[in-house]
């Protein structure tokens, strides 16, 4: 087999990358390292890397020829860096994820996993959350991330090119970014607690969060590829800590920091489609998690 990864030398798409070796696939990784919230970028031996935008169908397109399978991670990806700069985020979230199907399309690739986010529920939607509720984007990042979605349905639905679109819910683990006041919580939290730093708390931290273990995200995505099922997934527990919760796993030295726009108050997964379609089961529980870094 051979497998595109978009986004492979980021947090999830390493990971994915990793899993993907381990079965045999021919791995190509595009990414064109913009990302400066990683700490770093990760690479494996037996996986070749071209450093090269999504975006850039010409650069792009011969990559894709020969392959079998296309996960698409690269991505604006996250929240408040895409209310800084919207224009950014639609051109890597849209128009990237629309040459990335077309140029699987063209090449005649089997399948099309993309990796989408669980903030396209918005605040419309009463928790827990399923795939027939209507999107409510709230911010430039849900928007473009969700536009992809439908630009998947309709290569599927007018192309006939199979794709599979999942939305994560707050990922977190190995290879997290830890960089900077927007890095993920988890990862925040644990590097604030290492340094000995207060926990910055955003509000009043009783915002509720799925926070879902990355190696269960790539397992969504070995399962979907191996399936003959399209459409889209939630991947998350179907269980929710508070912010302030999972501060508290980790120390009582905390301060309370204003809270920001666009950001939904609750989610949590609705998992069945998932569970029961592709055979999908979270493995990893946050509060292990967090006791095996302390």
């Not at 970014?177 to 009783?206: C, H, M, N, W």
């Amino acid at each position: 087999m051979k497998s595109i990864v978009t986004g492979g030398a980021g947090f999830i798409g390493s990971n994915l990358v990793d899993k993907l070796v381990e079965l045999g696939h021919d791995v190509i990784v595009i990414d064109n390292e913009s990302a400066n919230s990683n700490d770093q970028f990760y690479y494996n031996k037996k996986a070749t890397y071209v450093i090269e935008d999504v975006a850039d169908y010409e650069k792009t397109r011969p990559l894709y020829e020969g392959v079998d399978y296309v996960f698409h991670l690269a991505a604006e990806s996250r929240i408040q860096p895409t209310i800084e700069n919207p224009i950014l985020a639609v051109r890597t979230n849209v128009l990237g994820t629309a040459v990335v199907l077309q140029c699987a399309r063209e090449a005649g690739v089997k399948k099309v996993m993309y990796s989408s986010t669980s903030s396209g529920y918005g605040l419309a939607n009463t928790p827990p959350l399923n795939e027939d509720m209507p999107d409510d984007c709230l911010n430039p990042y849900s928007v473009a991330k969700v536009s992809g979605e439908k630009l998947c349905k309709m290569y599927t639905d007018l192309f006939e090119l199979p794709t599979v679109v999942f939305r994560y819910f707050n990922i977190y683990g190995p290879r997290e970014p830890s960089k900077g006041p927007y890095a993920p919580v988890v990862r925040l939290f644990l590097r604030q607690y290492r340094a000995g730093e207060s926990l910055t708390i955003v509000g009043d931290g009783e915002q509720r969060r799925d926070f879902t273990y990355v190696s269960d995200a790539v397992n969504a995505n070995i399962l979907a590829m191996q399936s003959q099922e399209t459409g889209l997934f939630n991947i998350g527990t179907g269980r929710n800590h508070s912010v302030l919760e999972l501060a508290n796993m980790i120390s009582d030295k905390q301060t309370f920091i204003p809270p920001r726009l666009g950001e939904a108050r609750v989610t949590l997964a609705d998992n069945t489609k998932a569970r029961t379609i592709l055979g999908w089961e979270p493995q990893v529980r946050l509060e292990d998690y967090i006791k095996e870094q302390l």
